[in-house]
């Protein structure tokens, strides 16, 4: 009989009279062997959350992947812990790879003002964030998870527990994964990511009277995430780029070129703006532009939340305790601990300064309480994956930045203490959501709530440690701007913008008063902003194979004879791609260090390989080796069909 979560999951049943698929309460899911698989995998996560985060400025949800390993892991290293044990694994994971994806938003930010990152300061802020952020989404438990049960559907919660359930098929789909692995590892080792043998970057630029650009960046981890995020996004974020690179940055490239000899750009004072190149043009005046676009719909999501916050603190003073939730329980002790760790990081990044540390450190607090019930809120309608975190951030920063320049701290390293300000915040944030996420998971399955927390609060701590490390020893290539930068960090460019201009005052206000201004036209056409705006402000290069893999998605969809078929096709080709993210991702960031570390130098690419030839080549075997795996799949049979 096929294994099943019960109906009243979804709801039907109030919340305190719900029946988890685990019944036992005196059943725990971890010891040492599920403590050391999930800190393993919580490291894995957040490393390559952050590589591919930094260099594309999407992540991927580790909720399911992370269930899927732990059904493999567990099932050979700790099978007596059973389904409690993959739980408590897929929340580790979950944990590490929400660190990084909150603090790729702000912490490479300091990087790109001119300032630099201790590993203290940096696990200082982080530490501080995880611990407030579980520990303000702890307090309200009892109201997201169970009295709102059946109206927040957390519905990655609820992807990942079916997942759980069904986890006597994960052996197909960690197959699906490691086939995904050897493809992303592969072809990245023979990039420049690793040996730099071939090209993997298809390009084509005009540079007459109508410049435009079209770049393919052939990478294995960016067309895993387009292939998971779907058509829509994918889509949506093409169009961005396609309105920057064939639309704007021909338009300003045509009035340039009746500009004055002497007019000069005003970036670069040493560059002519007559006969300006695509890149001259993109970096230089379309970002800006992209910056505006970002700003305002980052705005706009956190207004539109402040219903949300108003209506979270109200129920949150309404809810009751229990479990002792409010009382000595260990929630408590991390949120306290939260606190603390935030003034002393307070007082770190600020050089001694202590009414910047104290005033700042106050107003970190008082947001990221409003903010972390917001997002585990929000987890429980739209996930982590889709969940506003730019937004958040943003507002969150002008706030503080408008603090700043009251009290005249305008100075580089009271900028660099605003973005690690900046960065305690995010990371609360990013955490709750998780934290929300895999605790609903908890409920739902029938794990205790304070393992979970123990275990997910550990794993966090790890991928601090994880994504302060990684960050270090990029340090120098993060510090790279323009057209050359190896990582895109669209969102810790925007914080650095938004914080340098508002202090300075020296932004290229036309610029983003524009971006303002279309952002304003797709908010009344009812057009996803940031989506928009992202896809404009990346590298079309990176978003072209993002399309790609959702194209490949969309093929695999259509060509399947039934629902069942698709969905199964679809099933595989997640964890396929799951995989070519994770190969991506590891080796690139294997590559890189032995890069920094001078184990590996990169020779030049000569002759057919260094061209678009070659890149094109490599383009059409990355989708054949990924399309003919998830095409030849086939739906699981159920112990009933066999």
Same mark, same amino acid.
């Given at each position: 009989?096929?294994?099943?979560?019960?109906? &009243?999951?979804?709801?039907?049943?109030?919340?305190?009279?719900?029946?988890?698929?685990?019944?036992?309460?005196?059943?725990?899911?971890?010891?040492?062997?599920? +403590?050391?698989?999930?800190?393993?995998?919580?490291?894995?996560?957040?490393?390559?959350?952050?590589?591919?985060?930094?260099?594309?400025?999407?992540?991927? =949800?580790?909720?399911?992947?992370?269930?899927?390993?732990?059904?493999?892991?567990?099932?050979?290293?700790?099978?007596?812990?059973?389904?409690?044990?993959?739980?408590?694994?897929?929340?580790?994971?979950?944990?590490?790879?929400?660190?990084?994806?909150?603090?790729?938003?702000?912490? !490479?930010?300091?990087?790109?003002? @001119?300032?630099?990152?201790?590993?203290?300061?940096?696990?200082?802020?982080?530490?501080?964030?995880?611990?407030?952020?579980?520990?303000?989404?702890?307090?309200?438990?009892?109201?997201?998870?169970?009295? &709102?049960?059946?109206?927040?559907?957390?519905?990655?919660?609820?992807?990942?527990?079916?997942? /759980?359930?069904?986890?006597?098929?994960?052996?197909?789909? %960690?197959?699906?994964?490691?086939?995904?692995?050897?493809?992303? @590892?592969? /072809?990245?080792?023979?990039?420049?990511?690793?040996?730099? %043998?071939?090209?993997?970057?298809?390009?084509?630029?005009?540079?007459?009277?109508?410049?435009?650009?079209?770049?393919?960046?052939?990478? !294995?981890?960016?067309?895993?995430?387009?292939?998971?995020?779907?058509?829509?996004?994918?889509?949506?974020?093409?169009?961005?780029?396609?309105?920057?690179?064939?639309?704007?940055?021909?338009?300003?490239?045509?009035?340039?070129?009746?500009?004055?000899?002497?007019?000069? *750009?005003?970036?670069?004072?040493?560059?002519?703006?007559?006969?300006?190149?695509?890149?001259?043009?993109?970096?230089?005046? *379309?970002?800006?532009?992209?910056?505006?676009?970002?700003?305002?719909?980052?705005?706009?999501?956190?207004?539109?939340?402040?219903?949300?916050?108003?209506?979270?603190?109200?129920?949150?003073?309404?809810?009751? @305790?229990?479990?002792?939730?409010?009382?000595?329980?260990?929630?408590?002790?991390? %949120?306290?601990?939260?606190?603390?760790?935030?003034?002393?990081?307070?007082?770190?990044?600020?050089?001694?300064?202590?009414?910047?540390?104290?005033?700042?450190?106050?107003?970190?607090?008082?947001?990221?309480?409003?903010?972390?019930?917001? =997002?585990?809120?929000?987890?429980?309608?739209?996930?982590?994956?889709?969940?506003?975190?730019?937004?958040?951030?943003?507002?969150?920063?002008?706030?503080?930045?408008?603090?700043?320049?009251?009290?005249?701290?305008?100075?580089?390293?009271?900028?660099?203490?605003?973005?690690?300000?900046?960065?305690? #915040?995010?990371?609360?944030?990013?955490?709750?959501?998780?934290?929300?996420?895999?605790?609903?998971?908890?409920?739902? #399955? @029938?794990?205790?709530?304070?393992?979970?927390?123990?275990?997910?609060?550990?794993?966090?701590?790890?991928?601090?440690?994880?994504?302060?490390?990684?960050?270090?020893?990029?340090?120098?290539?993060?510090?790279?701007?323009?057209?050359?930068?190896?990582?895109?960090?669209?969102?810790?460019?925007?914080?650095?913008?938004?914080?340098?201009?508002?202090?300075?005052?020296?932004?290229?206000?036309?610029?983003?008063?524009?971006?303002?201004?279309?952002?304003?036209?797709?908010?009344?056409?009812? +057009?996803?902003?940031?989506? *928009?705006?992202?896809?404009?402000?990346?590298?079309?290069?990176?978003?072209?194979?993002? /399309?790609?893999?959702?194209?490949?998605?969309?093929?695999?969809?259509?060509?399947?004879?039934?629902?069942?078929?698709?969905?199964?096709?679809?099933?595989?080709?997640?964890?396929?791609?799951?995989?070519?993210?994770?190969?991506?991702?590891?080796?690139?960031?294997?590559?890189?260090?032995?890069?920094?570390?001078?184990?590996?130098?990169?020779?030049?690419?000569?002759?057919?390989?260094?061209?678009?030839?070659?890149?094109?080549? %490599?383009?059409?075997?990355?989708?054949?080796?990924?399309?003919? !795996?998830?095409?030849?799949?086939?739906?699981?049979?159920?112990?009933?069909?066999?």
């Amino acid at each position: 009989m096929k294994k099943k979560l019960p109906t &009243e999951a979804y709801g039907g049943v109030s919340g305190k009279d719900y029946v988890p698929y685990v019944t036992d309460k005196s059943r725990t899911g971890g010891n040492i062997a599920v +403590l050391l698989i999930g800190i393993v995998l919580a490291a894995v996560f957040a490393a390559s959350t952050t590589y591919s985060g930094m260099k594309a400025g999407l992540t991927v =949800a580790a909720g399911i992947p992370g269930a899927i390993l732990g059904a493999g892991l567990v099932g050979v290293f700790a099978k007596e812990k059973g389904i409690l044990g993959k739980n408590l694994i897929q929340g580790m994971s979950s944990a590490g790879e929400s660190v990084a994806s909150g603090a790729i938003f702000v912490l !490479p930010a300091v990087l790109l003002i @001119g300032g630099k990152i201790t590993f203290f300061e940096g696990l200082a802020v982080g530490v501080g964030g995880v611990l407030f952020g579980i520990g303000i989404a702890a307090l309200v438990h009892n109201y997201l998870i169970i009295e &709102e049960h059946g109206n927040l559907m957390y519905p990655e919660s609820m992807a990942i527990s079916e997942t /759980l359930v069904a986890s006597d098929t994960g052996g197909e789909s %960690l197959k699906y994964m490691g086939i995904g692995f050897g493809i992303g @590892g592969l /072809l990245t080792v023979l990039t420049g990511s690793v040996l730099g %043998l071939v090209n993997n970057m298809a390009s084509f630029v005009g540079t007459k009277a109508y410049k435009w650009k079209l770049d393919i960046e052939v990478n !294995p981890l960016l067309l895993g995430i387009g292939f998971i995020v779907g058509l829509e996004i994918s889509l949506t974020m093409f169009a961005g780029s396609m309105l920057a690179n064939f639309g704007i940055t021909p338009l300003i490239g045509y009035f340039a070129d009746m500009a004055a000899p002497g007019a000069m *750009v005003w970036n670069a004072p040493d560059v002519a703006i007559k006969g300006m190149e695509v890149g001259t043009i993109a970096g230089s005046y *379309v970002k800006y532009i992209g910056a505006g676009m970002m700003l305002f719909g980052g705005l706009i999501g956190a207004i539109k939340l402040i219903p949300v916050i108003v209506a979270s603190i109200k129920e949150t003073m309404k809810a009751t @305790g229990g479990e002792g939730d409010s009382k000595g329980s260990l929630q408590i002790i991390i %949120l306290l601990a939260g606190i603390v760790i935030s003034f002393v990081a307070g007082f770190m990044i600020t050089g001694g300064n202590i009414g910047m540390a104290i005033l700042g450190t106050v107003s970190s607090l008082i947001l990221m309480l409003l903010f972390v019930i917001v =997002a585990g809120r929000l987890t429980g309608t739209i996930g982590t994956s889709n969940l506003p975190v730019s937004g958040m951030t943003i507002a969150s920063l002008v706030i503080v930045t408008m603090v700043f320049v009251v009290m005249k701290w305008t100075g580089v390293e009271d900028n660099k203490s605003l973005l690690l300000f900046g960065t305690l #915040i995010v990371i609360a944030i990013a955490i709750a959501g998780g934290y929300s996420q895999s605790q609903k998971v908890t409920y739902i #399955i @029938g794990g205790d709530k304070g393992e979970m927390q123990k275990y997910f609060a550990i794993a966090a701590i790890v991928g601090v440690i994880v994504v302060v490390g990684t960050m270090i020893i990029l340090s120098d290539q993060l510090a790279i701007t323009g057209a050359d930068a190896p990582f895109g960090l669209p969102q810790a460019n925007l914080m650095a913008t938004l914080t340098s201009g508002i202090m300075s005052g020296d932004l290229p206000w036309v610029m983003i008063f524009i971006g303002v201004f279309m952002a304003i036209v797709l908010y009344f056409l009812n +057009l996803p902003i940031m989506t *928009v705006a992202i896809g404009f402000y990346l590298p079309i290069s990176t978003t072209s194979i993002i /399309l790609i893999g959702a194209l490949i998605r969309v093929l695999v969809e259509k060509m399947s004879k039934s629902d069942a078929e698709k969905e199964a096709k679809v099933s595989n080709g997640v964890s396929l791609s799951s995989g070519l993210v994770a190969g991506g991702s590891i080796i690139g960031l294997i590559g890189i260090i032995l890069q920094v570390t001078g184990v590996i130098t990169l020779g030049e690419i000569t002759g057919f390989a260094a061209g678009n030839g070659m890149a094109l080549i %490599l383009l059409a075997a990355l989708v054949i080796l990924t399309a003919i !795996p998830i095409m030849n799949s086939k739906p699981a049979k159920t112990s009933d069909e066999e």
